[in-house]
């Protein structure tokens, strides 16, 4: 029997392709409310973003998620990303 292929997604940061469960999930839904989607299962357009400390700094230097959103996204947001991969906020 054929092994079941696991989903890939793409670090919006260093765009390699990783297992889809190995990376955070971040969301834009219809209301345009942007959050941390731990269940990978929320409607609305994704953004995936892999533990690797240089893409997390990358994701806040570069502003990625205002270009993959295409609107401008809260502090809060980049902040939340931090604290769920180092535990506490990075300066």
């Known amino acids: 029997m ?12 260093c765009r390699e392709l990783k297992e889809k469960r190995s990376m955070l ?16 299962k929320a409607s609305g357009r ?5 533990d690797n400390p240089e893409c997390v700094a990358k994701l806040k230097k570069a502003r990625l998620l205002n270009k993959v959103f295409s609107c401008e996204v809260a502090e809060s947001v980049y902040s939340a990303v931090e604290e769920e991969y180092f535990g506490k906020k990075q300066s």
């Open 25 to 40: 999930r971040i969301v834009k839904n219809a209301e345009g409310k942007i959050f941390l989607d731990f269940s990978s």
């Open 2 to 13: 054929a092994e079941k292929k696991k989903p890939l997604r793409q670090c919006i940061a």
């Open 46 to 50: 994704g953004a995936y973003i892999c």
